[in-house]
């Protein structure tokens, strides 16, 4: 991650969770001897290169001075390239040019999160609790993750997650919250089983209507009786066949900053209703009122309104599928490129619960549109790559635009699109700049 100040800040307000967020698995390792060992050790030898002869000394909490002196890019383990936007909690997004793998790498996926992530460095991942209950839950179960692996069929998807926040930056008058820019989005893939599987196991009472989640991080203020976040989605989302619970991303185990050792994932939509470190499932006989469910959070105003204006309340609309947009990968920003040379571009695009139907790109700010080539997604609520290639008449400074449209023929916004109190939901064409030199 790109700043060294977060970095310090992390280490200054809380040495030992700075430790267990930077080096993995070990916090507990250091609480009862006092010194770096383990997994953490190893992560900590892989970023410094070198292994530590003298490991057995080293105090939990301390920054190592390679790290903390050094002008040069500092990066989690198991993280490469993000920039943190908030070291507590930890919210990183990944460059454009970084998210170019057709599936994301965890190395790239970046991460959000509301409260404190639970320390899992000790746990059995198969004997991890789930609770399955709520008001129209007809056979309330506890099942751990191992009798989830055993009971139901596996599956193994490729599925976009996207912050509803993403692009929040570019919102004027600005929206509080992590100042996204385009990089709150990924495209893994996810093995595990179908929600539909396990909810039918417990019954589905004819009055259901939302299906929430609960987990095991804690709230910033420290109180336990408070939930950093408790989202879900409608029965019909819940049950549809991407709507999974899993426990491997890319054929791993879940990295713990993305949900160790098992998440909900329903894609297409605000990746906050996919639920990290999973311990509840609530079958709900009306709207799931969980932490960050009601009031002004993942809501837009249910009819658009002036920049700036304040909406109540009750005129803020849940937000569901996420909107048609599309990232440039490669190349990077920035890129020069001599007069006379063909620039090959390539990204992906993704329309929340619908599909990519065409690809367009523009080198004149907008005036004249050229049709990429768009290839399917993997499966449903996959990202769809693009390629395509541009020439420029003469030297000089060029934007690249770029424009996705969907299967119900929305199209990507030039600018902003419906600015909205909370900064949600910026689908405004991605835009890279081009220096074409004679
Ligand atoms: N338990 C829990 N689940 C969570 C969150 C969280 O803070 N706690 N953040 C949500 C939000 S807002 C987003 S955008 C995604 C981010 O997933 P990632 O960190 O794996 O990229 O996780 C969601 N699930
Ligand atoms: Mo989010």
Redesign the pocket.
Same mark, same amino acid.
Do not use: T
């Given at each position: 991650m790109t700043e060294k100040k977060g970095l310090h800040e992390l280490y200054a307000k809380n040495p030992e969770q700075a430790d267990d967020l930077m080096w993995g698995r070990k916090v507990k390792v250091v609480s009862r001897r006092g010194f770096m060992t383990g997994s953490g050790l190893a992560a900590m030898t892989a970023v410094l290169g070198a292994s530590i002869p003298f490991a057995r000394f080293m105090p939990g909490g301390l920054i190592p001075a390679a790290l903390a002196q050094s002008e040069e890019t500092f990066s989690i383990p198991g993280k490469s390239g993000l920039t943190i936007l908030n070291d507590r909690p930890i919210n990183a997004e990944t460059p454009a040019h970084l998210l170019d793998d057709p599936v994301t790498p965890a190395s790239r /996926?970046?991460?959000?999160?509301? !409260?404190i992530p639970p320390s899992t460095w000790d746990i059995d991942p198969l004997e991890w609790q789930i609770t399955i209950e709520g008001e129209a839950c007809e056979r309330p179960q506890l099942m751990t993750l191992g009798d989830i692996q055993r009971r139901f069929k596996h599956h193994t998807l490729q599925l976009q @997650?996207e912050?509803g926040g993403n692009g929040r930056s570019e919102f004027n008058p600005p929206a509080k919250g992590n100042q996204w820019s385009t990089g &709150?989005i !990924?495209c893994p893939e996810w093995t595990g089983v179908r929600l539909r599987d396990i909810l039918e196991e417990c019954g589905i009472a004819d009055n259901a209507v939302y299906v929430g989640y609960e &987990?095991a991080?804690s709230h910033l203020s420290g109180d336990p009786t408070k939930l950093? @976040?408790s989202r879900g989605v409608p029965v019909s989302k819940a049950l549809e066949n991407e709507s999974m619970v899993v426990w491997a991303m890319n054929g791993e185990p879940l990295p713990e /900053?993305? !949900?160790f050792p098992v998440r909900m994932l329903c894609a297409g939509w605000? &990746? +906050?209703v +996919?639920?990290?470190?999973l311990t509840r499932i609530l079958v709900r006989d009306r709207v799931h009122d969980g932490a960050k469910m009601t009031g002004q959070s993942y809501r837009v105003p249910c009819k658009s309104v002036a920049p700036g204006t304040a909406v109540a309340d009750q005129d803020m609309c849940i937000i569901e599928s996420m909107p048609v947009k599309s990232l440039i990968t490669f190349p990077k920003s920035g890129v020069e490129v001599s007069l006379g040379k063909t620039l090959q571009l390539r990204g992906h695009a993704w329309a929340g619960d619908s599909r990519v139907k065409s690809m367009t790109v523009s080198i004149d700010f907008g005036a004249t549109w050229k049709k990429a080539k768009l290839k399917k997604p993997a499966n449903r609520l996959a990202w769809q790559h693009w390629s395509a290639k541009v020439d420029f008449p003469e030297a000089g400074y060029y934007e690249i635009w770029a424009r996705a449209e969907d299967d119900e023929g929305r199209a990507q916004p030039m600018v902003l699109p419906g600015w909205n109190p909370r900064g949600y939901l910026n689908n405004a064409c991605h835009r890279l700049a081009v220096m074409v030199k004679a």
């Open positions: /996926l970046f991460v959000r999160n509301n !409260g @997650i912050c &709150a !990924g &987990a991080d950093p @976040i /900053l993305h !949900g605000p &990746a +906050s +996919s639920g990290k470190w």
